[in-house]
Each structure stands twice: as structure tokens, then as C-alpha cells.
């Protein structure tokens, strides 16, 4: 009868567990799916300004506000991942490093755009290195994702 109970007792754990350990990997898998959302939303955004779609200082202030919400969202989500720490801590890490590079483009872009006259060419030129810094975590964040 002993035996019966521990048995029982060591299945309930074992399941448990189980449930936990699916339900961290559903939390990654969001959390992986919610910094790619965010990734490429921002890089529309300031794709929009590297490309000419955003014409008037009201655009390019637009555009650039919401490239740097999303890219906000984007390291919310790696620093979850990272807190984790894991297999994939390099990659973390090395996304955290693409974001405030980005980050650093996100506020030259923002500011040129709040100028009274913005300089279009060094406003795209703010753009697109955004998306290069934006390209490159994306592209450690594809490394991370689990097959």
C-alpha cells in the first residue's frame, strides 16, 4: 500500500512539473514571437523614413515615435528572455547590445524629426542605421528560437 501512495505522490510531482516546464516554453515562445512583432514594426516605421513614404516633419515625428515605442516592446521582451539567462544567453545579450545601438539611432532620428526644418537626408540616414541595428537582433533572435 506504501508503495501505491509514494508512487502516486511521485506522478503528481512528475506532473507538475511537466506543466511548469510547458508552460515556461509557451512564455519564451511569446515572448520570442512579441520581439519579432515589435522588431519589424519598427522597422516599418522607420522604413517609412528611410524610403521617402514619410514626407511632412508631422510623418517623420509620427514615424519616429512609434518605431521607438516598438523598439521599447522589443527589450521588454528580451530582458524577460534574458532574466531567464539559459542556452541562449549570448544571443541575448549580443540583442541587447543591437537595441541600444538602435536605440541610439532612435533618439539622433527623433531628434532631427523635432527640428524645425529636418535635414531629410541625415533623418534618413538616422533611419536606416536604425534598421541595421534592427536587422542584426532580429537576426540573433532567430538564433535563439529553439527546433
Wanted: zero cysteines; charged letters at 35%; hydrophobic letters at 30%.
Amino acid at each position: 500500500m506504501k508503495t501505491s501512495k509514494y508512487f502516486g505522490l511521485l506522478t503528481a510531482g512528475l506532473l507538475l512539473v511537466n506543466v511548469a516546464v510547458r508552460a515556461q516554453d509557451a512564455s519564451d515562445k511569446d515572448h520570442q514571437e512579441k520581439m519579432k512583432t515589435h522588431h519589424k514594426q519598427a522597422k516599418d516605421h522607420a522604413g517609412a523614413i528611410a524610403n521617402g513614404q514619410s514626407k511632412t516633419k508631422a510623418d517623420h515625428q509620427k514615424h519616429a515615435d512609434e518605431a521607438d515605442k516598438n523598439l521599447a516592446e522589443a527589450k521588454k521582451h528580451n530582458e524577460a528572455l534574458q532574466a531567464k539567462g539559459g542556452k541562449h544567453k549570448a544571443s541575448h545579450d549580443a540583442i541587447a547590445k543591437h537595441h541600444a545601438e538602435a536605440g541610439k539611432h532612435s533618439k539622433a532620428m527623433k531628434d532631427e524629426a523635432a527640428k524645425p526644418s529636418p535635414d531629410d537626408k541625415k533623418l534618413k540616414e538616422h533611419a536606416k542605421n536604425f534598421n541595421d541595428s534592427m536587422d542584426k537582433a532580429e537576426q540573433e533572435r532567430e538564433k535563439t528560437k529553439d527546433n
